[in-house]
């Protein structure tokens, strides 16, 4: 019983663990205005929001939004920063 609980607990972990290795959504300075601008009106329904914007899933818009304002995204993003420009 003490494997069972613990390979949940794995497959919690490396789930969150596989989220960090995302590739960066690249979105266009107009997608990412409407997205936010459609944020501020009807919140995180990702759904909605792509139904805005042409070849976008849910899933691609709540990603980016994730990764622009996830504090382990955001604190990544500093590192990578820091450590690109001390190179």
């Given at each position: 019983?003490?494997?069972?609980?613990?390979?949940?607990?794995?497959?919690?972990?490396?789930?969150?663990?596989?989220?960090?290795?995302?590739?960066?959504?690249?979105?266009?300075?107009?997608?990412?205005?409407?997205?936010y601008?459609?944020?501020?009106?009807?919140g995180?329904?990702?759904?909605?929001?792509?139904?805005?914007?042409?070849?976008r899933?849910?899933?691609?818009?709540?990603?980016?939004?994730?990764?622009?304002?996830?504090?382990?995204?955001?604190?990544?993003?500093?590192?990578?920063?820091?450590?690109?420009?001390?190179?």
């Amino acid at each position: 019983m003490d494997k069972q609980k613990q390979a949940k607990t794995n497959s919690c972990c490396s789930q969150e663990v596989s989220s960090i290795e995302w590739e960066f959504i690249n979105m266009s300075e107009q997608e990412e205005d409407l997205i936010y601008r459609m944020y501020k009106l009807v919140g995180d329904k990702w759904g909605l929001i792509a139904g805005r914007i042409p070849g976008r899933k849910a899933e691609e818009i709540e990603r980016f939004w994730i990764m622009r304002h996830g504090e382990v995204f955001a604190k990544r993003r500093r590192e990578l920063k820091n450590s690109s420009s001390s190179s």
